[in-house]
């Protein structure tokens, strides 16, 4: 802004001006390589299958991308800007315990968080996911800054990886949803089967655990009888099984389920080029009001 005249009467301090000018390309080069990194996470945050999310400890700020909302179910609707409003989404039964771990971590940890959970999804039902992370700490040691991913792992944690069956996780959440449902509606009725393979150690011990593999992979739908969309089949442990029956209309239709299955287990199967007879031991379960949770039927 100087005039002809104020080069003559006011000169320029080159140093000084030459110093400003370097101060300024040095802010716009931060200012470009700043916006660059935003670029390559929101690009990475909405293409990938991950959902990001950064938490500045200072202020308690938290910004989290749309892939992150649309694992909780969150696109599209209002949520908070605070890790209060994240942690008020985790399972209450372990809501305690991923915040003590991540406080531990903040005090003293090295390297990177990693959390695995239950959320509460926006449609009222649990699904598992796993949060990692890594800290950014000061000269003194002191997290100021978290980010990190949220994957959603329901299809690990909730199947079992031989089978691909449910697991008794799952069991026991479709369990729970049952008999919140037949609290509302009695004829909303609805049976657990448990089913045990007869001699299954005897298999593994003599055949080989790949025969007691493929002797676990025929209690599947497509190999009995089950009515499709209406049972649910969930292995349970190595040689257990359970089948849960959803208005199935009274103990006796149950038993009836139950015995089927067992004559159609009961029958010969090649296992490692062998025929081989199995049997199964099955008990019926049948929802009652005593039942207060999903854990007491499956232990009756």
Known sequence: NLGANDYITKPIDMPVALARINAQLSRKRAEDALRNQEHKFAFAAESGSAGMWDWDLATDGLSVSERWKAILGLCGKPFGSTSRDWFELIHPDERLNFETRLRDYLVAGVGEFCADFRVLYSDGSLRWVQCRGAAKRDSLGFATRMAGSLNDVTSTKAH???????????LQERAATALTMYRRDAAADFAVVFLGLDHFKFINDCLGHAAGDENSLRVNPPHV???????LVARIGGDEFAIL???????AAAIAVAERVRRELGSAVQVEGREVFTTCSAGVAYVSTEHLTAEEILRD
């Open 245 to 251: 029956l959803d208005h199935v209309s009274g103990e």
């Open 160 to 170: 079992d990886q031989l089978t691909n069956l449910p697991n008794r996780l799952f």
């Open 225 to 231: 009888p089950f009515r499709q969309g209406r049972d």
